[in-house]
């Protein structure tokens, strides 16, 4: 039996008064932490604070070419929004292969990004538009970059009486393609074996002007490929250079033996993915010169 008491928070204001609570947990979609409770992999009694009438935080919007996304807004949300459509396919994409309809309907994007698992889908594209996430409490605001949030499988930066309300990224300029791709060990419901997420802006000549690379599931949090952005800026396009930066990737990445796959596949496959979703990207950034 699963010993707890949940409490629920009908404004933010509230949710700070309840969060004080050093066993405070917030539920919001319950994807992972109601699991994560029934497997005993979460300390209890613990005090559940329900936000699903929060809906100030579940939005998409853009203001002065920033977009903001509430913490509370589920996956099928983002995924029919034609805001992230026109600006962050990728990140629909991303959010489109989380689990099954009805889990993405309940969990959250703040969700995803707070239960810090090294194989989160979203958290590779935003880390390629270089996110930021607004932690907010009772008498406190801070901004701190999604590449700074996560420090460890299942840890963030979140204080006592902190929570996650939104997520911003500027919008991306012209002329910029994206990409996410996935490895599983089947083609639905599944946890990423490997992800790799890739933004890439093409310049007047043809050039590759700015480059960003994101993986999941290789290392202990989702990161950039500094080497592989490297190595792409300033080049032009080409199977060569993706290559090349497929090779350089390797040296930022370290993934481990488990259940799901080796090291050498995940290290093999990392590579493919890279290179296919650098071709992606491109084409799409050089559609959007025409």
């Given at each position: 039996m699963i010993d707890c008491e949940v409490n629920v928070a009908k404004s933010c204001t509230e949710l700070t008064q309840i969060l004080i609570e050093p066993s405070?947990?917030?539920l919001a979609g319950g994807t992972d932490i109601l699991p994560g409770?029934?497997?005993n992999s979460i300390i209890?009694?613990?005090?559940?604070?329900?936000?699903s009438q929060l809906n100030e935080l579940s939005y998409i919007c853009e203001h002065e070419g920033q977009i903001d996304i509430g913490a509370l807004t589920t996956h099928s949300k983002l995924i029919t929004s034609p805001l992230l459509l026109q600006h962050?396919?990728?990140?629909?994409?991303a959010c489109a292969s989380i689990g099954s309809t009805q889990t993405r309907n309940r969990g959250t994007l703040g969700g995803n990004l707070c239960n810090a698992s090294p194989a989160a889908d979203s958290v590779p594209p935003l880390l390629c538009l270089e996110a930021v996430v607004t932690l907010s409490s009772h008498d406190n605001q801070r901004q701190v970059p999604l590449s700074d949030f996560i420090i460890g499988p299942g840890q963030t930066c979140l204080q006592q009486g902190e929570y996650l309300s939104h997520i911003s990224f500027a919008v991306p300029q012209k002329h910029t393609g994206t990409s996410f791709m996935k490895l599983g060990r089947r083609n639905?419901?599944?946890?990423?074996?490997?992800s790799t997420s890739v933004l890439i802006c093409i310049d007047q000549n043809g050039n590759i002007e700015y480059a960003r690379v994101a993986f999941g599931s290789v290392a202990p949090t989702?990161?950039?490929s500094h080497h592989a952005e490297t190595a792409l800026t300033g080049k032009t396009p080409s199977a060569q250079l993706f290559s090349?930066?497929?090779?350089t990737m390797l040296t930022d990445i370290n993934p481990i033996d488990d259940l799901r796959a080796s090291r050498e596949y995940r290290l093999h496959s990392a590579g493919v993915l890279l290179q296919r979703a650098l071709q992606t990207a491109c084409h799409q950034a050089e559609m959007d010169m025409r």
């Amino acid at each position: 039996m699963i010993d707890c008491e949940v409490n629920v928070a009908k404004s933010c204001t509230e949710l700070t008064q309840i969060l004080i609570e050093p066993s405070a947990r917030i539920l919001a979609g319950g994807t992972d932490i109601l699991p994560g409770m029934r497997k005993n992999s979460i300390i209890k009694p613990i005090t559940l604070i329900d936000v699903s009438q929060l809906n100030e935080l579940s939005y998409i919007c853009e203001h002065e070419g920033q977009i903001d996304i509430g913490a509370l807004t589920t996956h099928s949300k983002l995924i029919t929004s034609p805001l992230l459509l026109q600006h962050a396919p990728a990140l629909i994409d991303a959010c489109a292969s989380i689990g099954s309809t009805q889990t993405r309907n309940r969990g959250t994007l703040g969700g995803n990004l707070c239960n810090a698992s090294p194989a989160a889908d979203s958290v590779p594209p935003l880390l390629c538009l270089e996110a930021v996430v607004t932690l907010s409490s009772h008498d406190n605001q801070r901004q701190v970059p999604l590449s700074d949030f996560i420090i460890g499988p299942g840890q963030t930066c979140l204080q006592q009486g902190e929570y996650l309300s939104h997520i911003s990224f500027a919008v991306p300029q012209k002329h910029t393609g994206t990409s996410f791709m996935k490895l599983g060990r089947r083609n639905g419901m599944s946890i990423a074996v490997v992800s790799t997420s890739v933004l890439i802006c093409i310049d007047q000549n043809g050039n590759i002007e700015y480059a960003r690379v994101a993986f999941g599931s290789v290392a202990p949090t989702p990161i950039l490929s500094h080497h592989a952005e490297t190595a792409l800026t300033g080049k032009t396009p080409s199977a060569q250079l993706f290559s090349e930066a497929a090779q350089t990737m390797l040296t930022d990445i370290n993934p481990i033996d488990d259940l799901r796959a080796s090291r050498e596949y995940r290290l093999h496959s990392a590579g493919v993915l890279l290179q296919r979703a650098l071709q992606t990207a491109c084409h799409q950034a050089e559609m959007d010169m025409r």
